[in-house]
């Protein structure tokens, strides 16, 4: 699966897509284009969900339109990870973009 931006990769050295944030419970930080695959697979686990809405699989395609719309509106796409673990992603955008401020997190 291919990335075509570095906007979420941690070694592009901008500071508000690489912050980690760690706690005793897991660990929340911008995917990697290494990780799309875990992507996938995190969103594999949700079909039961996705089978509610307009488009019932998921697909590489799929991650790589929300990492599209997430870019567009100045979002940051992180995963959350549980024992070295992706279990969910989360989506975030600012107050300072053309989206309304917002938080979208899957965990299945």
């Known amino acids: 699966m ?3 931006n570095k906007l979420y990769d941690q070694s592009d050295n901008k500071a508000c897509h690489t912050r980690v944030i760690q706690n005793p419970y897991f660990i929340l930080k911008p995917i990697k284009e290494t990780e799309l695959d875990l992507v996938l697979e995190v969103y594999r686990q949700c079909e039961d969900f996705l089978s509610l809405g307009p488009v019932p699989k998921a697909s590489e395609q799929m ?6 719309l997430s870019e567009d509106y100045g979002g940051i796409f992180c995963g959350i990870w549980i ?4 279990v ?5 955008c ?11 997190i899957s965990r299945c």
């Open 83 to 86: 024992n070295e673990q992706m």
């Open 63 to 68: 991650v790589l339109d929300d990492l599209q």
């Open 88 to 92: 969910g992603v989360v989506d975030t």
């Open 94 to 104: 600012s107050a300072t973009t053309k989206a309304t401020p917002s938080m979208r």
């Open 2 to 4: 291919a990335m075509h």
